[in-house]
């Protein structure tokens, strides 16, 4: 999974653009976990319904030629996308109703699911999942202005002290 830059600043109303590329045909599941405590369903979701990807291709999801997108909006903070990639359909464990719902529930209905759940692997089509998660940071427009001021002031402040 590729994200413009893990880790990043990311500022209110910028477009978010995520790509994920996998080496093997794959069903494929996007979450964002938000600051506030809820998880986003960015893939799929009502504007994505094909969560299928195919080997070797890069599937781009938002940004600007995109027929949906994805804003940077509040709440803001620490957050997370996720992405979980399998060789079988992941529909019945991972699939929810709402698009947006409250993480805590969502991963414990999750956990409850694979409860007394033993994965036994087909020998003629072994299921195969990989999973990938980044961190990044979003911040409101005022405090983002706020603290380049500060940093033109911090830069101003030094070059008077030489």
């Known amino acids: 999974m590729d994200e413009q830059q ?9 477009e978010l653009k995520i790509s994920v590329r996998s080496n093997r045909n794959a069903f494929l599941k996007v979450d964002y976990y938000q600051a506030d405590g809820t998880v986003v369903h960015l893939v799929p ?37 996720k992405a979980v990639a399998s060789t079988r359909p992941l529909d019945a464990l991972l699939a929810s109703e709402k698009p947006v719902e409250e993480r805590q529930g969502y991963l414990k209905n999750f956990h409850a ?24 940071t979003t911040v409101s427009k005022s405090s983002f202005e706020q603290t380049q001021f500060l940093a033109t002031l911090g830069v101003a402040d030094k070059k008077r002290k030489h």
């Open 6 to 14: 893990a880790g990043e600043v990311y500022t209110e109303g910028e």
């Open 45 to 81: 979701n009502l504007f994505v319904n094909d969560a299928f990807v195919q080997a070797g291709k890069t599937y781009t999801f938002g940004g600007r030629h995109a027929r949906s997108g994805f804003r940077i909006t509040g709440p803001f903070g620490a957050e997370t996308i």
């Open 113 to 136: 699911q694979m409860r007394g759940v033993k994965v036994v692997a087909n020998p003629d089509q072994p299921a195969q999942w990989a999973e990938a998660a980044f961190g990044l």
